[in-house]
């Protein structure tokens, strides 16, 4: 079965400095993967999302994520970090044509000034 | 476009109470989906549907049940609360193009069964 791994369940970090967050999935194939940012009491927003090409992939918000087929990572990246980031994020994976998402268990980003 | 809607936004409910979680979008997608949000797991599938009339279980079913009689709308029934359904319930929607997987979610309804 597919899962989905987010070491990190809290991580703070300084206003402007870089972050990373680790997301990494157990799949028989590459799956689409994605990030979403949850801020308290609200719903999920997708921050950016990959199905095939540049493994690259920049979101909104200045963030990006890089997609490493060998290490079966997908880890999300922002180079200065802002009060407003502070959030929870979710690393999810989905089946290639398929659309039910396999979610890991967040990470919470705490910002200090 | 009012997107995903969700209602309501908090309920209580007593154990062995019924109840229906609302999901309306107004995008015209085919796939609509409910997920449940619990401390330090992320969220879970319940059920789905790829289109009106066409449900299917996702990892966490029981103890719920969908139907799916128009494409705007997708109800969660909870027939009989048990305290293990306290939970916080995303409902999401999608288009139907199987190259495009971006799913769209509501603001969540916060439940609590005592």
């Known amino acids: 079965a597919q899962s989905v791994t987010q070491p990190d369940i809290h991580i703070t970090v300084s206003e402007g400095a870089s972050l990373e967050l680790r997301c990494n999935y157990s799949?028989?194939?590459?799956?689409?993967l994605f990030w979403y940012v949850q801020s308290p009491g609200q719903g999920l927003q997708l921050l950016l999302k990959?199905?095939?090409?540049?493994?690259l992939v920049q979101g909104i918000k200045g963030f990006e994520a890089e997609f490493k087929r060998s290490q079966s990572s997908f880890n999300l990246r922002k180079p200065s970090v802002h009060w407003s980031d502070a959030a929870e994020y979710f690393c999810a994976v989905a089946p290639r044509g398929r659309r039910a998402l396999t979610f890991g268990s967040g990470t919470r980003l705490q910002v200090q000034p | 476009n009012a997107g995903v809607t969700q209602t309501p936004k908090f309920q209580v409910l007593k154990t062995g109470q019924s109840m229906t979680l609302q999901c309306a979008q107004d995008m015209n997608h085919e796939y609509m989906s409910w997920y449940r949000q619990d401390p330090g797991m992320g969220l879970r599938l319940i059920h789905y549907s790829v289109g009106a009339g066409i449900t299917d279980q996702g990892e966490v079913p029981n103890g719920y049940n969908v139907s799916r009689s128009t494409t705007e709308d997708f109800p969660l029934r909870l027939l009989s609360a048990a305290p293990s359904q306290t939970s916080v319930y995303f409902c999401a929607s999608s288009y139907g193009g199987t190259d495009d997987n971006e799913q769209f979610f509501g603001p969540g309804t916060r439940l609590t069964v005592l």
């Open positions: 799949y028989g194939a590459t799956p689409y």
């Open positions: 990959y199905f095939s090409g540049d493994t």
